[in-house]
Nanobody
Framework: QVQLVESGGGLVHPGGSLRLSCTAS????????MGWYRQAPGKQRELVAG???????NYSDSVKGRITISRDNAKNTAYLQMNSLKPEDTAVYYC?????????????????WGQGTQVTVSS
């Protein structure tokens, strides 16, 4: 059984900061890319940032310079440091991991999603 658990969401004023965490647990062999996505009401889910196992990162244009993704491979955890938050950053933020795990004497590779954490930016 593999789980992704996010934490760190909440309500923040415009210009404020939040740090999201996502930890993967279970019979995990390897975690390749980890990413953060978000979905605002009435909109499609979109990529915010991604990070490979060797630390290469990519960001959506809307968050460049304000948001930083990082990971701790020893803890199977990814982080999203969000600064200078804007009301348009309000959304449910989801963690995603492309990983390989051990199940029934086999290694299986697939994507996993967390349950989501709400981020609300409002005065």
């Amino acid at each position: 059984q593999v789980q992704l658990v996010e934490s760190g969401g909440g309500l923040v004023h415009p210009g404020g900061s939040l740090r999201l965490s996502c930890t993967a647990s279970g019979s995990i062999s390897s975690i390749y890319t980890m990413g953060w996505y978000r979905q605002a009401p009435g909109k499609q889910r979109e990529l915010v940032a991604g990070i490979t196992s060797d630390g290469s990162t990519n960001y959506s244009d809307s968050v460049k310079g304000r948001i930083t993704i990082s990971r701790d491979n020893a803890k199977n955890t990814a982080y999203l440091q969000m600064n200078s938050l804007k009301p348009e950053d309000t959304a449910v933020y989801y963690c995603n991991a492309d990983l390989k795990y051990y199940r029934n004497n086999l290694y299986v590779r697939r994507d996993y999603w967390g349950q989501g954490t709400q981020v609300t930016v409002s005065s």
